[in-house]
T-cell receptor
Framework: GDSVTQMEGPVTLSEEAFLTINCTYT??????LFWYVQYPGEGLQLLLK???ADDKGSNKGFEATYRKETTSFHLEKGSVQVSDSAVYFC??????????WGAGTKLIIKP | EAGVAQSPRYKIIEKRQSVAFWCNPI?????LYWYQQILGQGPKLLIQ????????DSQLPKDRFSAERLKGVDSTLKIQPAKLEDSAVYLC?????????????FGEGSWLTVV
């Protein structure tokens, strides 16, 4: 069945460092891909999405590119801030319009 | 555009008591989801509605959980009787559904503590 694998955390970085959180998927066909972010004590917020191969989603300085050949959707940001500390979830939308989730990666940014 | 509304935000109950959560999706969204998220874990789908019909409730513990979506708009999730392991965040989400759009939007969640 469909599945999403993302790098385990926590990931700890210093402010202004470069961020990469790896995400790979297994699916039939070409599902839409998403990154959601969850700040402490809050619900899930859509961070960015891509609906087809080679699409690049971007928001708030974060980017991810839908790579069909490597079945990946890695999240990147050039310079992280303390306020980016959160849990990040990679997900795909299956043919039943249900999100299949990665395990989540906790990101800790130190000043 | 208003987001997905949920209430209450926080609830503390004793085990064996009952609790109900309410959700109002984004206007016009046909598909509504309820998820359970235990601290430190990813969300688990409990039930999916398309308009007022159930699409998938395979992971809903039907001996104690129930959900309804009357008139295809807002929805209620009930737990009766609650167990300690039901302590979690209950997230409601909605989307246009089908060819109308595939992005799923979440509410702030209802945080349940069972003591």
């Amino acid at each position: 069945g469909d599945s999403v694998t993302q790098m385990e955390g926590p990931v700890t970085l210093s402010e202004e460092a470069f961020l990469t959180i790896n995400c790979t998927y297994t699916a039939t066909g070409y599902p839409s891909l998403f990154w959601y972010v969850q700040y402490p004590g809050e619900g899930l917020q859509l961070l960015l999405k891509a609906t087809k191969a080679d699409d690049k989603g971007s928001n708030k300085g974060f980017e991810a590119t839908y790579r069909k050949e490597t079945t990946s959707f890695h999240l990147e940001k050039g310079s992280v801030q303390v306020s980016d500390s959160a849990v990040y979830f990679c997900a795909l939308l299956n043919s039943n319009y249900q999100l299949i989730w990665g395990a989540g990666t906790k990101l800790i940014i130190k000043p | 555009e208003a987001g997905v509304a949920q209430s209450p935000r926080y609830k503390i109950i004793e085990k064996r008591q009952s609790v109900a959560f309410w959700c109002n999706p984004i206007s016009g969204h046909a598909t509504l989801y309820w998820y359970q998220q235990i601290l430190g874990q990813g969300p688990k789908l409990l039930i999916q509605f398309q308009n007022n019909g159930v699409v998938d409730d395979s992971q809903l513990p039907k001996d104690r959980f129930s959900a309804e979506r009357l008139k295809g708009v807002d929805s209620t999730l009930k737990i009766q009787p609650a167990k300690l392991e039901d302590s979690a965040v209950y997230l409601c989400a909605s989307s246009w559904g089908g060819t109308g759009g595939n992005t799923i939007y979440f509410g702030e969640g209802s945080w349940l503590t069972v003591v």
